[in-house]
């Protein structure tokens, strides 16, 4: 579908919308995509047998089908898939690949819509606040787009000006997205370890303050701060004056799009050197600021003539606490010393894991990633494999990557991608590396004395558990003198084959009333007692539909293990 058709179809530039016709249209696409996840589950759905391969196909195709629907949907919905694209922990990898492809590609609405946005929000006609305005857009995106024009000083800006009608949309979608949320948190396989009602609340955050344009210029004015004393990053300045929730004037710095490879050569810009600024860019932005622009696609990043970066769209950016960083102290000990429980614990308390009953899997899954790419320089590391490598793990698992750190992953697989486009012999990681020597530099001077605070703690606690244990052993042989400790074995295999005994004995009853009702019901057929009969295999309707329930959880519980 075209995004002219799109329009025609949704309506996407008009002031109201239908509920019904969006909850219709929404649902409909959550049930059908309810329904192909049932089936990749059906081992008699794939024609000549089940197969990883065949499975990983079907994903292919209904990742695209999905991308489609999210396109056809609409602005709130492009908008969450670009933040599902980030969630790998929740789905396979051939989704997460098809949603990061994911771009806006809604049309542009009008001229007159466009000025009746603006001289709503200040109050004055439009000639009163531009010398001259372009009519037609010079980028079109879900949220709004932006018009080239000129102040009465004479300065040349761009005018960002948000969709009609689009709060009103949002309001409608998340308020049918909430509802979707909790059908998720209940269901009984989806909702099991997952925080759906979390990732929706996180959704609309994120979503709200992309419709906030006033937030959007205080985050282009800390992101200009911040590259103040660097003459190789160009931030447009914001005029205030002109700005409202709802638009956004900021400087013209027209530049050559960094993915345009050959207006690049034309002129004369040495790629390779390019390709070391972005990264170098954004490794200043995540470790001296702390504060990023957490969608650093080609689109939002160009090149001025003198060979500057200048980067646009700061709508979704992301920060990091300085608190974090230390919690990652430990994080960083376990994986220095490929110390699996020890990494699993750290991220536990990062809240990037979620404790479960059984932490044995995810324990072997980290312990073999330190094992095979540890022992690799790092400099010859690619941030996209392990971006993949992670995913893998994750998907499936109690991971919950922070969405600070989805962000960052993403942010560095995209521009590696862009730097390899710039230079094949491109390395993320070789940039990288003098800034990782210089943080081990920063923390130095302390880490002699985390390392001595470590063992001083852990011996601290050894002497307190061995001068503590003589005590603890005689208390439980009094608990046990006295009858007070008693000791219960579980065996979760031996559960597992009780729990499945006593579901195959209720099958086999359910069976065997069946089939005495298909036995009653064929004999007063026969005997032309067609009512009683139909009577009777309605009857059978009840312990058919809750035999094949049954079987269904029997299925899934030999699935499980």
Request: proline share 4%; hydrophobic share 40%; glycine share 6%.
């Amino acid at each position: 579908m075209t995004p002219l058709e799109t329009a025609q179809k949704y309506r996407w530039n008009q002031e109201n919308y239908s509920i019904t016709r969006r909850r219709l249209d929404i649902w409909r696409f959550v049930l059908t995509l309810l329904s192909q996840f049932w089936l990749n589950g059906k081992k008699w759905s794939y024609r000549g047998g089940y197969t990883e391969q065949k499975l990983a196909v079907r994903r292919e195709k209904q990742a695209l089908w999905i991308r489609q629907n999210l396109l056809n949907l609409g602005p709130t919905f492009i908008k969450a898939g670009q933040l599902f694209s980030t969630r790998a922990d929740l789905f396979p990898v051939e989704y997460v690949y098809e949603l990061s492809k994911l771009q806006d590609e809604v049309p542009a609405f009008t001229y007159e819509q466009v000025t009746a946005i603006i001289e709503k929000d200040f109050g004055k006609p439009l000639a009163k606040l531009y010398r001259s305005f372009d009519p037609v857009p010079i980028a079109a995106a879900s949220l709004g787009q932006v018009h080239k024009a000129k102040l009465h000083s004479g300065e040349e800006v761009v005018v960002k000006v948000q969709r009609p009608g689009l709060k009103q949309l949002f309001t409608i979608d998340l308020a049918i997205l909430k509802k979707i949320a909790y059908y998720f948190q209940n269901h009984p396989r989806w909702g099991k370890g997952r925080d759906w009602l979390g990732i929706y609340e996180e959704c609309c955050r994120i979503l709200w303050l992309e419709t906030d344009y006033l937030n959007e210029g205080q985050n282009a004015d800390t992101f200009r701060r911040n590259f103040r004393g660097e003459n190789w990053v160009k931030v447009p300045r914001v005029y205030w004056r002109y700005t409202s929730p709802r638009v956004l004037t900021l400087e013209y710095l027209p530049g050559i799009k960094i993915s345009h490879y050959e207006g690049l050569e034309a002129a004369g810009l040495d790629r390779k050197l390019l390709a070391k600024l972005g990264a170098k860019a954004y490794l200043c932005q995540l470790l001296n600021d702390g504060f990023f622009h957490a969608d650093p696609h080609p689109g939002n990043i160009a090149v001025d003539t003198d060979g500057a970066l200048i980067f646009y769209d700061f709508g979704m950016m992301g920060r990091i606490e300085t608190n974090v960083r230390e919690k990652l102290m430990d994080t960083l000990f376990g994986i220095a010393q490929k110390d699996g429980d020890r990494v699993v614990t750290s991220l536990v308390a990062l809240g990037a894991l979620s404790q479960t009953d059984d932490m044995g899997p995810v324990r072997r899954s980290v312990q073999f990633m330190l094992d095979n790419f540890m022992d690799k320089p790092f400099e010859e590391q690619s941030v996209s494999q392990i971006s993949d490598d992670l995913y893998e793990i994750a998907y499936d698992q109690p991971f919950r990557f922070p969405a600070t750190f989805t962000f960052v992953m993403r942010a560095f697989s995209t521009l590696e991608g862009v730097g390899k486009g710039l230079d094949p012999d491109f390395s993320f990681m070789e940039v990288a590396q003098p800034f990782a020597m210089n943080l081990i530099a920063d923390m130095d001077g302390n880490t002699a004395n985390s390392i001595i605070d470590e063992i001083t703690r852990q011996a601290t606690q050894v002497s307190n558990t061995a001068l503590g244990l003589p005590r603890r052993i005689e208390d439980t042989i009094e608990k046990l003198d006295r009858g007070d400790i008693r000791l219960r074995v579980r065996s979760v295999e031996s559960d597992r084959l009780l729990r499945r005994l006593g579901m195959m004995q209720m099958a086999t009853n359910y069976a065997l009333f069946i089939s005495a009702l298909g036995v009653c019901a064929t004999i007063l057929f026969v005997n032309a007692y067609v009512k009683v009969a139909v009577a009777a295999i309605i009857i059978g309707l009840a312990p058919a539909w809750a035999l094949i329930r049954l079987l269904r959880r029997i299925n899934r519980l030999d699935r499980m293990f």
